[in-house]
């Protein structure tokens, strides 16, 4: 791939993170501090700040990583107030998102990956991207989220229906979208968010809630 086209793949891939920051900070307007820290196991291991902390801390790997050319998401701060408190996990998120528009100078540099084979802290270093990781952290994101949509429900926290799904899904949607209103049929249209397709063009990806089920 040549520099050119793989910066404009980096920016396409930033975009889509910024998305999911995005979809993710909806959780953190609604939800309150009590059904945040609300353990859902006799040892509260798994609450929404957890999970919430546990995005965070993969993109803030990410950003410590990218400037020394080695990144390792083993080495995370877990930062207690970041799973306690969703105003303090809004924040950093809105820090994260201004971070990665930052990124794109590292397009084309070689990085590496810490990877732990064992626990006693023996780890692998593998050759990897920019842009591979922002593909990983865009998937590993939306998992979360996807779990984050389950576990809010009971606690009567109000999320978009398209929360969790991943920006594929969504451009997927958007075509069948305008394969049915080609074919003249009538679609209930909801907007995301913008996605800058490298061009300078931005992409609205869209929803459309009823027919499509949440792959």
């Known amino acids: 791939m040549e520099e050119t086209d793989l910066s404009a793949c980096v920016d396409i891939l930033v975009e889509e993170s910024r998305c999911s920051l995005h979809q993710l900070e909806s959780l953190l307007v609604a939800v309150s501090p009590i059904a945040y820290r609300h353990g859902f ?35 995370r701060v877990r930062e207690p107030d970041l799973e306690q408190d969703p105003a303090v996990a809004r ?10 528009t930052r990124l794109g ?23 990897t991207s920019l842009a591979r990781e922002l593909a990983f952290l ?11 949509q389950v576990l809010a429900r009971p606690l009567g926290v109000r999320l978009p229906a398209d929360f969790g799904v991943h920006p594929s899904t969504l451009r997927h949607w958007r075509r069948q979208a305008r394969e049915m209103e080609d074919a003249g049929c009538l679609v209930d249209h909801r907007l995301s968010c913008r996605v800058d397709d490298g061009g300078g063009h931005g992409n609205i990806l869209e ?8 792959l």
Do not use: K, W
């Open 207 to 214: 929803s459309s809630h009823g027919p499509f089920p949440y």
């Open 105 to 127: 100078e590292y397009a084309t540099a070689s990085l590496q990956v810490r990877y732990p084979v064992d626990g006693e802290g023996t780890s692998l270093s593998l050759t």
């Open 91 to 100: 924040e950093r998120l809105g820090q994260i998102r201004e971070g990665l």
């Open 138 to 148: 865009t998937s590993h994101t939306v998992h979360h989220m996807a779990l984050l």
């Open 41 to 75: 196991d006799a040892e509260a291991r798994q609450t929404l700040g957890r999970h919430v902390r546990h995005i965070l801390d993969h993109y803030q790997a990410l950003l410590n990583g990218v400037g020394v050319a080695c990144i390792d998401y083993e080495a």
